[in-house]
């Protein structure tokens, strides 16, 4: 998936689905009998599990997003607090997260130099 592929992702499950797995790091799992859920393990080391959020249509789950961006210090995400469309608020955290992965990817690729005496 790229940066350009959001913008064209509809909000609803395969929007939440991409949040929950990069942003929120929950693992997504589709149940036979619940539908999509979310699993995350607890502090005690117990996996739970809940129903998938709809980080892209209610703005509760999407300001979860926000603040989960400011702890991974995505600091741009202190201003989106003003925001009132969700499915806007996930698709610039995904930019984001996809931008810092591939500018972390390129600057690993720059960093294999060796001095050599």
Not at 25 to 30: A, F, T
Not at 74 to 90: F, G, K, M, N
Not at 95 to 100: C, S
């Amino acid at each position: 998936m790229n940066i350009n592929q959001i913008n064209h992702i509809d909000a609803g499950p395969q929007l939440d689905s991409l949040v929950a797995a990069e942003i929120m790091q929950n693992k997504v799992v589709d149940d036979a009998t619940f539908g999509l859920m979310e699993m995350h393990t607890n502090n005690d080391g117990i996996n739970v599990y809940c129903p998938l959020r709809a980080y892209s249509k209610d703005l509760r789950s999407a300001q979860m997003v926000i603040a989960k961006m400011v702890r991974m210090a995505y600091l741009e995400a202190s201003y989106w607090h003003t925001e009132d469309r969700p499915d806007v608020i996930c698709r610039a955290a995904l930019r984001a997260v996809f931008e810092r992965r591939k500018h972390d990817a390129a600057r690993k690729a720059r960093a294999n130099l060796k001095i050599v005496k």
